[in-house]
């Protein structure tokens, strides 16, 4: 069974960094899509940032409001996929969710709101910047 656990969230003041982590089961981690979205009040999902990785080989890709801020990274060992974020800004406040695509669309890895349908998600984690 397919499982991801979103975690690491919390409250910080702008210019603030957190580590989010997303620790998966359910499928062998050598190749997969697994991203980061985001959802704000009052807003539709947004693809934050990608990895994927083809026997190992890793490609990543960041929407462009969080491109040098944030680093999306994994652990082989530990089944997880990490996001760095750094210099965190108020509009970067939502709940963050990871998601694994293992049917071998792009949709997901280009952080297209049509990889959503397709992929198994985790619970979402809170994160609050305050100004």
């Known amino acids: 069974e397919v499982q991801l656990q979103a975690s690491g969230g919390g409250s910080v003041q702008a210019g603030g960094s957190l580590r989010l982590s997303c620790v998966t089961s359910?499928?062998?981690?050598?190749?997969?899509?697994i991203a980061w979205y985001r959802q704000a009040p009052g807003k539709e999902r947004e693809g934050v940032s990608s990895?994927?990785?083809?026997?190992?080989?890793?490609?990543?890709r960041y929407a462009a409001s969080v491109q040098g801020r944030f680093t999306i990274s994994s652990d082989n060992a530990k089944k997880t996929v990490y996001l760095q974020m750094n210099n965190l800004k108020p509009e970067d406040t939502a709940v963050y969710y990871c998601?694994?695509?293992?049917?071998?669309?792009?949709?997901?890895?280009?952080?297209?709101?049509?990889?959503?349908?397709?992929?198994?998600w985790g619970q979402g984690t809170q994160v609050t910047v305050s100004s």
């Open positions: 990895i994927s990785s083809d026997d190992g080989i890793l490609s990543t």
């Open positions: 998601a694994v695509d293992l049917t071998g669309s792009s949709w997901l890895f280009t952080l297209n709101s049509r990889g959503i349908s397709s992929a198994y």
């Open positions: 359910g499928f062998t981690f050598d190749n997969y899509v």
